[in-house]
């Protein structure tokens, strides 16, 4: 018979208490049998409790976004696959600014865009040219994830990395080719900057 899964999430505070964080089977779901009446299945929800990670998530209340790309310099929503690499010149990026401002405000945890749609990198990935090693700014030495990771740890907040999957520059998206450079792209942003506490996946 099909058995579906119930993952309880922003509805976890309804339940017992966040003292107790696993059911009596030490799971944080539970399983729903095909065509399980909704009564059952509602007795079965009030008794799901989080794990200790998803309390932890809970409790940070408040997340900022960092946006800030080639579309900062191009006044554009989306970003264009060929847009020249020397649009990206942010002489005067103050990552501390960020981040102090980010704590001042209460946020417990900043999400870093480190790349989106439009395939530019704000760090020198060894994967792709499109990214801020082919940009005037530093002389192509600069690290906007370097940055904000430096910035993060000084104003005691986390750090979390978004990587857009789709990636309109690459000319081999959409293949198991570009599957093989985002998985390099990603162990890069994992393992070069220290604790990463969140990761965003957005796009197609």
Known sequence: ???????IGFFLILSQAFSQTTNSKGTNFVKIKSGE???SIVKKAAHVCPSQRQ????ELEFTCFFHFGMNT??????GLKNTDPSNFNPSDLNARQWAQT???AGAKLVVMVAKHHDGF???STNY???SVKNSPWKNGKGDVIAEVASACKEYGLKLGIYLSPWDINSPVYGTDEYNDLFENQLRELLTNYGEISEVWFDGA
């Open 1 to 7: 018979m099909q058995k579906y899964y119930l993952f």
């Open 37 to 39: 009446p909704l009564d």
């Open 55 to 58: 309390v932890a998530w809970q």
């Open 73 to 78: 310099f191009t006044n554009r929503e989306w």
């Open 102 to 104: 980010a704590k001042i």
């Open 121 to 123: 990198c704000l760090w």
């Open 128 to 130: 792709t040219d499109y």
